[in-house]
C-alpha cells in the first residue's frame, strides 16, 4: 500500500510539473496573441483615419521583410514546438523517453521541463540535455512511461 501510495504522489507531482510548463507556455502564447491584436487594431485605426496605405506601403513591406529575415526561423521554430507540445504531445514531466540522435543512437531520457522551443531532459548519465522541439518533431520518440 505505501509503494502505490508513493507511485500515485510521484505521477501527482508529474502531472502538476507538467500543467505547470503548459500553463506557462500558455501565458507566453497570450502576449503573443495579444500583440498580434494590437497591431490588428492599429491597421483597424488606420483604414478608420483615412491613413494612406498605398504612400505608406514601402515602409510596410520593409518592416514585414525585415521583420522575416529576422525572427523567420524562430516562427517556425515556434510552431513546431507548438504542434509538437500541443497536438502530438510525446511526453509529460518525469517521462522516460528514448529518442534517436544524429548517428541513429538511442538515447534513454527522462523529461524534466516542457518549453515552447525546446525541452530539457536528463541522460542517463544523469547530464541535462536540452533538444529542440523542431529536433525532436524529426525524430522517432517512444515514450516508455505510456501504454
Known sequence: FEKALYKATDSRTALKRTLHDY???MGKLE???G???CIVMGLVC???LDVNFVQAGTTWLTLALAFSFCFGDTVKRLFEGLVLVFVWNPYGISDR???NDDNKVE???VVTKINLLNTEFIR????LCIISNSI???RDVRNASRA
Open 23 to 25: 500553463m506557462r507556455i
Open 31 to 33: 502576449v503573443g496573441l
Open 35 to 37: 500583440v498580434l491584436s
Open 46 to 48: 488606420g483604414i478608420i
Open 97 to 99: 523517453v528514448f529518442i
Open 107 to 109: 538515447m534513454n531520457l
Open 124 to 127: 542517463s548519465d544523469g547530464q
Open 136 to 138: 525532436i518533431q524529426q
